[in-house]
């Protein structure tokens, strides 16, 4: 399943190049370079026959069904009909075992009826405008059982995740020709008006569909940056590996500003007037005042209460293989270590990638190899004048790489501001982070590491060196300051209207 023995990290991730869609022995998530981060196929829409009461419930659940009638949420009458009509149907689950995709599906399906019929008492309240007051606290057996066993089959988390339920495992084709075009999806599952392409419910889902459809070169383009470095073996990287270097980070960058481009189509898709009462379904239960306790899974773990993190578009891993790629230094803070926790939240696969992308690029030193310290660059050096070219190109890449994580994570903190802060004073994210400290800890990393490039490189300049700050250089160095100084004043501002500790 992609797995590895970490202690040596030279050999090579299986990152798919064919991601096998017809293989039902293997995960839905793979990493490959051809649907990045996507499921290796379409995700599976149809549940086998012996799963109809749930999905009757399911088709009837959302606010707005699917025939445009109200439904069970809308109506508050979820609870009761999983209490009178819903049997336990775990047996049924491991009957198709052996199939890992339709495995994908359901733990997606009860993901969907656990979040709805714990949180339907918030929904409740938050649309007569009265909070979101207590949750259910007791997950009963129906559900518990069989969500924990394909999670289990899965490696997922028993509750509600971003890739493998919510949002990468939760679309369809109307037209199968027609491919992953946006105006082509669909949502298989819905809490709100989903089922409704136009609603803002369903464009949240799509863009982020439409931002991960890109994942693929972003992949290839990493994996080509460590196979040129490893190729050097000790020795410092020639000329043609530097190139191969070079093609695969501009394979990256030009990934990263494609997923860029359609994040920013969020704001038409997705409506942030419209956000929060769709939210509401996907808090999680860890730092979560809906849920003080712990949630009671019946049948699961000797009745403990449980506790995990809700569905968050920061479980996404497109820009966490940036991050480590790149070798971001994060800092030393508890939001970092909830950012550890996050990892947690993917497919056992993706984490995998990511743990193997980081521990390779600290062993190839590959942040070292691609910018080089300021000695190789002197006039003095040995290098000849491609070489000394190469490695600028080096420079200019690795620069533009971080300006699109910068440019990611300032949208997203974006986002955050108008979707959530200006419109609930509810002080969690739905993963449980602090919703106005969290994001900004990632989002300062990236503007520290760049402002320290700069810095290093300014100096350089004044010393002699040959590679000098071009004019779009500096113009980005002066963005990264202006941001840095904006950031901290906003931050700042939202915590003493909050009543909150900056840090």
């Known amino acids: 399943m992609g797995s590895l023995d970490h202690t040596s990290t030279a050999a090579r991730f299986p990152v798919l190049d064919d991601p096998r869609p017809d293989d039902m022995s293997l995960p839905a998530f793979m ?17 086998p026959a012996e799963f109809a009461p749930l999905e009757s419930i399911l088709q009837r659940m959302p606010v ?28 049924y689950v491991d009957k198709y075992k052996d199939n890992l995709p339709l495995m994908n599906a359901l733990y997606r399906d009860y993901s969907f009826l656990a979040s709805a019929y714990l949180l339907e008492p918030c929904h409740q309240r938050f649309v007569r405008g009265e909070g979101y007051g207590l949750g259910r606290q007791v997950l009963p ?38 491919g992953l075009e946006y105006d082509n999806l669909r949502l298989i599952r819905a809490f709100e008006h989903g089922l409704d392409p136009s609603s803002s419910e369903a464009g949240f889902v799509f863009v982020h569909i439409d931002m991960v459809k890109h994942s693929g070169p972003l992949v ?74 712990g949630v009671v899974y019946e049948g699961v773990a000797d009745g403990k209460p449980q506790s995990f993190r809700g569905e968050s578009g920061a479980n996404d891993s497109m820009i966490p293989l940036m991050d480590n790629l790149l070798a971001i230094p994060m800092p030393k803070t508890p939001l970092t270590e909830i950012l550890e926790d996050f990892r947690q939240y993917r497919p056992s696969n993706h984490r995998d990638f990511l743990r193997w992308v980081k521990e390779r690029s600290a062993e190839l030193g590959m942040k070292e190899r691609a910018l080089l310290p300021p000695a190789s660059l002197s006039s003095s050096s040995s290098l000849s004048p491609e070489e000394r070219e190469a490695i600028k190109e080096s420079r200019r890449l690795w620069l533009w790489a971080l300006d699109q ?54 100096e350089e300049a004044r010393e ?8 779009e250089q500096r113009d980005m160095a002066e963005l990264v300051r202006r941001q840095k100084d904006t950031l901290t004043k906003e931050v700042r501002r939202y915590c003493e209207e909050r009543g909150v500790q900056a840090r």
């Open 64 to 91: 707005k069904t699917a025939s445009g009638t109200p439904g069970l949420l809308a109506e508050g009458r979820l609870g009761e009909v999983v209490d009178a009509e819903l049997p336990d149907l775990t047996a």
């Open 464 to 471: 002699g060196g040959l590679w000098d700050l071009g004019e």
């Open 31 to 47: 990493v490959s370079t051809t649907r990045g981060f996507l499921p290796r196929m379409e995700p599976v829409a149809t549940l």
């Open 405 to 458: 994580v910068r440019d990611f994570r300032w949208r997203h903190w974006c986002f955050a501001r108008e979707y959530i802060l200006k419109m609930t004073n509810h002080p969690t994210a739905t993963g449980g982070s602090p919703i106005v400290t969290w994001l900004p800890n990632q989002l300062q990393a990236v503007l520290e590491e760049m402002d320290r490039l700069y810095a290093s490189w300014e």
């Open 220 to 293: 290839a383009g990493a994996m080509a940056c460590l196979d040129a470095c490893g190729s050097a073996g000790d020795d410092a990287m020639t000329l043609e590996t530097r190139r191969a270097f070079n093609e695969g980070l501009a394979k990256a960058v030009a990934s990263l500003r494609q997923i860029n481009q359609v994040m920013e189509t969020m704001w038409a898709k997705s409506r942030p007037r419209d956000y929060t009462s769709f939210r509401t379904f996907i808090f999680g239960i860890t730092s979560q005042s809906m849920f003080p306790d």
């Open 141 to 178: 057996a129906k559900i518990a059982r069989p969500i924990a066993r394909c999670a289990e089959l899965c490696e997922f988390k028993p509750f509600m995740e971003y890739a493998g339920s919510y949002a990468l495992y939760n679309y369809f084709l109307e037209e199968p020709s027609k």
